[in-house]
Every structure is written in structure tokens, then in C-alpha cells.
């Protein structure tokens, strides 16, 4: 196994760009991983932090057409800082079969900056997809501490931590990708159900606050017992 860390400024790259039509205009940055980045391939879990408290738990099993030890963990995380800054020109919210994340948001007693602004813009243009899904966990994250993300910047990326517990082929015993996958998939499910982080949906019923350390010891623990390390 291997571990990963990264400030958001290091792996993510990010620009000013006009909204899209009807949307608001705060959502008016893109994101990417930057360039000349190496890839971080292979299978493993990745946490998310920001000033050091854990956001999200997350699994990266690679590319499926190319197998376990394909890809970059990165291309998924760049995509979370852009929903948890609540600046992607991409950002909407999904329908569900009963009601949509947009339809949370009207019905949250808060009062935020950022949800007026969102509640300004008409329904179906929220929610047609665009690609960068809010839940409403990320959303109020993003609401609560919009003050930082108002005026986006390096330092602000800098906040956000990324770490990948990141399993090696040798860890495992078979080579098979969908025995593989299925690993890394219970592994996430048993984190995500032990430490409840405040921005995942499912598996979390109490999110609670967790710091990096105490949420690290938990990750590696659990990534061990799963190949009987």
C-alpha cells in the first residue's frame, strides 16, 4: 500500500470563465487536474479534508474498460473541490424520483448567501445536468462557508488536503478486476459507515466531524484487514 497527500494547489488547476446562460453567475470557474501532472493510477480509497477536516470518503477502482491500475484518482477529486467551492460552471442539481437536491435546498430553514443565489435561478435549469452533481450535504458545506469560497483563489485551494490509500498489485492475491473492485468497494462502505463524514450521502445517517488523524488511522486500518495484511 501507498499513501498519497495533496493541497488542492498542487494537483488543481483552475480559471475564470463566463456562466453559462441562466445559471448563476458565481458558477463561473472551471476546473481540471493541471497538465503536466503524473497520473496516481491504481485502486484505493481517497479522503478529502479541509483545514484538516475530513469532508468525504471516496473509492477509485480505475477505469473500468482499462482495469484496476488505470486512470488518475485525481480527475475524480478535482471535480469534488468544484462542487464543495460551490464555483463550477458546471454544477446542478439531480432529479430524483420524488423530489431533487434543488427542491432540499428551498425547503432548508437556513438562511445563506449562496443559497439566495441559487434560489434566484428557475428550477429546470438547475436541474438539468451538467455534469458536477451537488448532494445537499456538499451544497450546505458550501453555503456555510461561502465567505471563503466567494473569491476563489490559490489560497483557498490550498485548505483543501486530498489523500489516496492506494492498494499496489502485489496486495492482492488475485488479479481478477472484478474481485478487485468488489474489495475496494465493501472497504469504502465499512469507512464510510465507522466515521459518517459530513458530505457523503449514502451509508451516512449522523454525519459527524472527524480530524485527519483520527480518520487516517481508521482508513489504513480497515484497507489492511481487507487484504489480511
Not at 438547475?126 to 450535504?137: A, L
Not at 483563489?153 to 492506494?166: A, E, G
Amino acid at each position: 500500500m501507498k499513501e498519497h497527500k495533496l493541497t488542492g494547489n498542487e494537483f488543481c488547476d483552475f480559471k475564470e470563465v463566463d456562466p453559462l446562460p441562466d445559471i448563476p453567475p458565481i458558477a463561473n470557474f472551471e476546473f481540471k487536474t493541471k497538465k503536466d501532472f503524473d497520473p496516481i493510477v491504481g485502486s484505493g480509497i481517497y479522503s478529502i479534508y479541509y483545514d484538516s477536516m475530513l469532508l468525504y470518503i471516496g473509492k477509485y477502482r480505475g477505469i473500468k474498460k482499462e482495469g484496476p491500475f488505470s486512470g488518475s484518482v485525481t480527475d475524480r477529486w478535482y471535480k469534488h473541490i468544484a462542487l464543495l467551492t460551490g464555483r463550477s460552471k458546471r454544477m446542478c442539481f439531480p432529479k430524483r424520483k420524488d423530489s431533487s437536491v434543488f427542491d432540499e435546498i428551498k425547503d432548508w430553514k437556513k438562511d445563506y448567501k449562496l443559497k439566495d443565489i441559487i434560489l434566484k435561478c428557475e428550477t429546470k435549469v438547475m436541474k438539468k445536468d451538467r455534469g458536477h452533481n451537488y448532494s445537499f450535504r456538499k451544497f450546505k458545506f458550501s453555503a456555510e462557508n461561502w465567505d471563503d469560497f466567494k473569491n476563489l483563489d490559490v489560497k483557498t485551494l490550498k485548505r483543501f488536503t486530498c489523500i489516496y490509500s492506494q492498494y499496489i498489485a502485489s496486495d492482492f492475491d488475485t488479479s481478477d478486476f472484478t474481485a478487485i473492485r468488489n474489495i475496494v468497494g465493501r472497504v469504502e462502505g465499512t469507512i464510510i459507515d465507522e466515521l459518517q463524514p459530513r458530505c457523503n450521502k449514502q451509508g451516512v445517517t449522523k454525519p459527524r466531524d472527524n480530524g485527519m488523524e483520527e480518520s487516517m488511522k481508521v482508513i489504513r486500518e480497515e484497507m489492511k484487514k481487507a487484504i489480511k495484511f
